[in-house]
């Protein structure tokens, strides 16, 4: 289905250099913040100890703070609305060796003055399984992207594989930098959606490299950048197709689908629109400042044809006899 028709490629290649000004800002500033804010590391990684509670009515937050400070174990806990009104959780960095098993119970125990409530949630990680998950999460990135890397090589060339990564590590920090921003509590979900990122942005970036490598075979020009040009355009459509369709599929999550998924939600949105962008004005001009030869690629495309031709010929004249 096509949404565009041009009569002639756009000119997208001869904007590159301010495309990669922008990117370079966007990148300079998330690892300024990731580097001194630094990321709101959940309970998963840092350790600690979330309840989650549910009033019959608004809860009355300020009285539920007040009340944690009888028990000297509960100072200092975060206590910020779940969702809604009607629902909070309490964040300590205390774990289960400190609280004790019945954690529910005591704090419904403490809170029983502040309204009718239900402890709904306890989720419980010491701070050596928080150190663990979050070396275990970041040799999964690590690992996905030298995986990415020897997969495109063998697929196209080292090239396309060092601007794909590349790209890669731009969505990645981007959407990195937009979670420390809105302070986005960083937990399993986040990492799941950015390995959902990876992968997203890789698919997105495969396709228009497909495209490229047939316009090099197929478009009679001898520049790169016009190749760019022609073969990002005729992805134009397809690209906007897919983007728009999971942008407001994540969009509808984000939206309504409640406070658990949020923050999940808003690291794939972020992913979304960078990925999208990063596979049309990042990886392809990467690809052209990495000094990629069209005549050296098509002069060894021929000699692979001559090559499986000679084989080809070889075999027939074996099983004729005459070899």
Same mark, same amino acid.
């Not at 009569?7 to 690892?31: A, D, E, Y």
């Not at 999208?276 to 400042?289: E, K, N, Q, R």
């Given at each position: 289905?096509?949404? &565009?028709?041009?009569? $002639? ?66 100072? %200092? ?8 009104? *009607? ?59 030298? %995986? ?36 986005? *509590? ?22 228009? &490299? ?37 942008? &407001? ?7 309504? %689908? %409640?406070?658990?998924?949020?923050? &999940? ?35 060894? *495309? ?10 080809? $010929? ?10």
């Amino acid at each position: 289905m096509e949404i &565009f028709k041009y009569k $002639k490629p756009l000119s997208l290649m001869q904007k590159s250099k301010r495309f990669g000004v922008l990117s370079i800002v966007l990148l300079t500033l998330s690892l300024g913040l990731i580097f001194t804010k630094g990321f709101n590391l959940g309970v998963d990684f840092a350790g600690g100890t979330l309840i989650q509670v549910k009033y019959e009515g608004k809860a009355p937050i300020e009285n539920i703070r007040e009340a944690l400070t009888v028990d000297k174990t509960y100072e %200092g806990a975060s206590v910020t609305f779940f969702g809604s009104d *009607e629902e909070v959780v309490i964040r300590t960095k205390m774990s289960s060796s400190v609280l004790g098993e019945d954690v529910g119970k005591t704090v419904a125990l403490l809170l029983k003055d502040t309204g009718t409530l239900e402890v709904r949630r306890v989720d419980m990680i010491g701070a050596k399984v928080g150190s663990e998950l979050r070396t275990k999460g970041l040799m999964a990135m690590i690992i996905a992207i030298i %995986g990415i890397l020897i997969y495109i090589s063998f697929r196209f060339e080292w090239r396309f594989a060092v601007a794909s990564v590349l790209a890669l590590v731009h969505d990645v920090t981007i959407a990195m930098g937009m979670i420390v921003l809105f302070n986005v *509590e960083v937990n399993l979900d986040i990492l799941a959606a950015l390995l959902t990122i990876l992968g997203y942005s890789l698919n997105d970036t495969i396709i228009v &490299f497909d495209r490229i490598r047939e316009g090099i075979q197929t478009i009679k020009k001898p520049d790169l950048s016009d190749i760019i040009d022609e073969s990002v355009t005729r992805t134009l459509s397809r690209t906007t197709l897919t983007s728009l369709t999971t942008f &407001f599929v994540v969009l509808t999550l984000f939206i309504f %689908g %409640g406070e658990i998924i949020h923050g &999940f939600a808003f690291t794939l949105l972020v992913g979304v629109i960078v990925g999208t962008y990063s596979s049309i004005f990042v990886a392809s001009p990467i690809l052209m400042w990495l000094g990629f030869s069209v005549s050296d690629y098509r002069l060894g *495309e021929a000699e692979k044809v001559k090559r499986a031709k000679e084989k080809e $010929k070889m075999r027939a004249m074996y099983e004729n006899g005459t070899l």
